[in-house]
C-alpha cells in the first residue's frame, strides 16, 4: 500500500482514472495511421513509459476513423496534429483516446446494441461513407435534415430533395456549416405533383452519378382535405405515391448501383387502419377518398400502411437483384415540424415531447 500510495495510485476510485502525473499519449505501431496504439507515460516521478494502465493492467488501442469535422494533419517537424472544423481548434491529442478499446476485447454478449436513446451520430460514429450517393426526400427539416446532416458528416454524397428551393438551400447552408467539405446539394422535388417527380428523376439521371441509398422521408400529417394538381388527396399522394413513382423512375440506377438500399420511413400509425372493403377486396376509394369520406389522421394512417406493403413488395423484387427495401418507425410522436397543420396536434405533440425520442 506504501508503494501504491507513494505512485498516487490509492487517490482515485475509478480504475480507469490515471493517477496524478500520469497521461495518455498515442505512437503509431503499424504502417496504417488508423493503427494508433495507446500507452501511458509516467514522468514526474519515474520518468518511465509503459503500455499498460498503471492501475488497471489493461491495454488499449485507439480504433477506427476520426469523429465527424476531425482531420488529421503533418506539421513542419513531421509531427501529426488534429484539427476540429466544427469547433475551430488545433489538438496535438489523438481525439479517438476517448473511445479506446481493449488490445484483446471479450467477446460481447448477444444483446441489442443500439437504444430509443442512441441518435445518428453514434450509430455512425467511425463509418466512412466516401463514395456514397444519398438521396433524402424532405430533407430541409425534422427526421430529414437530421440523416442528411449525419450520412454527410460521415462523407456520404447528399441530395436533399425538397419542395421549397429556399429552405433545401438553407438546409444545405447549414450542414456545410458544421463542416465545410461535405458534399450537400439540394434539388426541388414536389411529392403533390407527378410532373415534378419525373422532373427530378431526369435532373438527377442527367448528373450520371450512382444511387446508393434512397429514403423515402418526406411526409404530410393532419392536412385538410384538398386535391393534387393529379386530382389525388394529397396526403396518399405525398405520403405514398410520390414516393412509388419516384422509386419506379430510379429502379435503374439504384439496381446499377447494387448494393444498394431504399429506406422507407413509414408509422406504428399504419396499424390502425384497413384498405379493404367488407368482402375482403382492395378498396381504392379509400386510398384517395373524397372530400365527404376524409379524416385527416385516417388518412395518414392509410398512406404508412401503403409504405408497409410497398417496401415488403420492393424487397421482393429488387433484393435478388442487390437491392434491399426496409420500412422504418421512427418512434411515437417525434417532435418535429409534421404537426405543423393544426394547433390541436402542436398541443398534443409538445404534451408528449418529455416522454418521445427527441430529434
Partial sequence: MAALKYAGLDDTDSEEELPPGWEERTKVTGQLKKNLKLFFSYSHLEEKTQWEHPKSGKRKRVAGDLPYGWE???????QVYFVDHINKRTTYLDPRLAFTVEDNPVKPTARQKYDGNSTAMEILQGRDLSGKVVIIT????????????SLALHGAHIILACRSTSRGNEAVQRILEEWHKAKVEAMTLDLASLQSVQH???????KNVPLHILICNAAVFGVPWCLTEDDLESTFQVNHLGHFYLVQLLEDVLRQSSPARVVVVSSESHRFTEIKDSSGKLDFSLLSPSKKEYWAMLAYNRSKLCNILF????????????????????????????????????????LARPFTKSM
Fill in 72 to 78: 488529421q494533419e503533418t506539421d513542419e517537424n513531421g
Fill in 138 to 149: 424532405g430533407a430541409n427539416s425534422g427526421i430529414g435534415f437530421e440523416t442528411a446532416k
Fill in 200 to 206: 427530378f428523376a431526369e435532373a438527377f439521371k442527367s
Fill in 311 to 350: 417496401s415488403n413488395e420492393l424487397n421482393r423484387r429488387l433484393s435478388p437483384h442487390g437491392v434491399t427495401s426496409n420500412a422504418v418507425h421512427p418512434g411515437n410522436m417525434i417532435y418535429s415540424s409534421i404537426h405543423r397543420n393544426w394547433w390541436v396536434y402542436t398541443l398534443l405533440f409538445t
